[in-house]
């Protein structure tokens, strides 16, 4: 996954949060526009929108943007930055098994979670569908065992460690059958669990899931208004041929393309735009 960008109303209040808060570094910031990530690789993108409004918590959009730490002290860094920054915007935690996670609600009504992959080695598949699950995992615990003093001295001076990426993108749509034929069906991920009608999560190359999509307070939603929240989610495929087959395989599904020669951009069926451009695409 590519970086997720947002549509943001007070852009200083969320570069604020997403680089004092979640540790991210800020690769670049042209007038409305701020790039945040880990070294050269962004993770979000912030538009500064002013004129736009939110949208109805029942809309389509974005669930959560979920942030992938490459070690246990690397995320427990960030998730003591939050907590001591942005204290009331920690909504829960989870061992699911697959991962270790932490979410989190953004100043804008946003949600992100932070987390850290178990070894693949410990994932359990059975009839080609990935076990996970949701048990209560203690944020005080996880600081006391993994923060150190190296991550609390990167925490209270707001800096991070370690590499960091966007691991998956939740969306929040109207219904999962929709959602399965749009994203499985024609643009080709693999489906890896499936909760009926309320979840689903897909995933490229074996990983838990690289999205998901769930209709827990969407259920019914039709498309998108311009409004605050999700701007555009960016899927990176190895490969210029590898793009240039998703564009033959959208216009097999007759599927509304735009093209601009290094990357390939359609709305989902909720008006949610995607772009996949190649791995040795610059990021725009």
Not at 11 to 33: A, E, K, Q, S
Not at 167 to 177: C, E, K, N, P, R
């Amino acid at each position: 996954m590519g970086a997720v960008t947002l549509r943001v109303g007070d852009l200083d209040g969320m570069i604020g949060y997403y680089r004092d808060g979640v540790t991210l570094d800020m690769l670049g910031h042209d007038g409305p526009v701020a790039v945040l990530g880990r070294g050269t690789t962004p993770v979000v993108i912030l538009q500064h929108s002013p004129e736009l409004k939110h949208a109805s918590p029942r809309d389509a959009g974005l669930y959560h943007t979920a942030v992938l730490f490459d070690s246990r002290e690397a995320l427990a860094t960030a998730i003591s930055s939050v907590a001591s920054r942005y204290p009331g915007t920690f909504t829960g935690s989870a061992d699911h098994l697959v991962s270790e996670a932490f979410y989190f609600t953004d100043p804008e009504g946003n949600g992100v979670e932070l987390y850290f992959d178990r070894d693949r080695s410990g994932w359990s598949w059975v009839h080609g569908q990935i076990e996970m699950a949701t048990i209560f995992l203690d944020p005080n615990e996880y600081l006391r065992e993994h923060l150190g003093q190296r991550g609390a001295d990167a925490a209270a001076s707001g800096t991070g460690i370690g590499d960091a990426v966007v691991g998956h993108v939740h969306l929040s749509v109207g219904d999962i059958a929709s959602a399965r034929e749009f994203y499985v069906d024609r643009l080709g991920f693999e489906t890896t669990a499936a909760m009926g009608d309320q979840a689903l999560f897909v995933s490229a190359g074996g990983y838990h899931h690289h999205m998901a999509m769930n209709t827990w307070g969407s259920r019914g939603a039709g498309r998108r208004g311009l409004a605050l929240g999700l701007g555009k989610v960016e899927i990176v495929v190895p490969s210029a041929d590898d793009l240039g087959e998703l564009g033959e395989r959208m216009s097999h599904f007759k599927v509304a393309t735009r093209d601009d020669g290094r990357s390939l951009s359609f709305d989902d069926p909720w008006a949610n735009l995607v772009e996949v451009r190649a791995g040795s695409a610059a990021v725009g």
